[in-house]
């Protein structure tokens, strides 16, 4: 077990057994959080989001220092320069005090491509080696941190930020592009798209499927949008009627 554990060569199929469980787990562990939540007071819940991000950074912290002890770590695929990666080593950062703005932007963009990335995996390493655990630590952690703070602190999005998501978005992106061509990488697929099968492929050739994405992600932000406006339709309700009462 140990052995397969430190293996990177355990091939992953997406909708297979390891991915049905992988997302089990992970509604599991939102239902659990969800749970707790809402018996503790801000306060406590402030430290559980604590815990939870600390958690996520010293996992991306142990996964490159066991990669980079076999050997296999490779500045090209395995800096923390993905969104999903980048988010979960400065999750103590972004997550420690709650912020309306900045959750905004972590929102939208976790929702959308981190919660994606669950559905539509690119992982190569599958159960029960490192790699598996870590990908879907990270990624099943932040959806799960995010939705914690929305709840407990009650941070909800607004629409324009949907526009600022979209605007710093891009910033990153136009940081990223220089970055990928000095490094020969292909962080954020912006050189090439994935190998498993995903979304992108759907969306034409490079760099078509670029501009493509452009135009997606605000569709999939308005998709994200949906059930905070079904939420304050609801809160809205339950307020009137218990004035009514």
Known sequence: MDHLFFSF??????????????LATFFIFLSVIISISRKLSSARNLWLGRVISIFLSVTVLIFSWIHWRNGL?????DLPLSIC?????????????????????IY?????????????????????????????????????LVIHHLLAFRLIPSAMGMVR???WLNVYLVLLIPLNLWLGSNYFYLMNKPINPSILDYFGPWPFYILICEIVAMGFFAIAYVPIIIGKKY???????????
């Open 165 to 167: 998501t979209f605007g």
């Open 9 to 22: 060569d355990i091939p992953f199929e997406s909708f297979s057994a390891d991915h049905w469980w992988a």
């Open 73 to 77: 770590f490779n500045y090209r695929v």
């Open 108 to 144: 939208f963009l976790v929702i959308c491509g981190t919660f994606q990335a669950m559905l539509t995996p690119d992982l190569y390493a599958g159960f029960p080696s490192y790699g598996y655990f870590k990908y879907w630590i990270v990624h099943g952690g932040l959806v799960i």
């Open 235 to 245: 809160i809205n309700k339950t307020a009137k009627m218990a004035s009514a009462i």
């Open 85 to 105: 990666n980048l988010f979960a080593l400065l999750a103590p950062l972004l997550f420690w005090q709650p912020h309306f703005k900045r959750f905004e932007v």
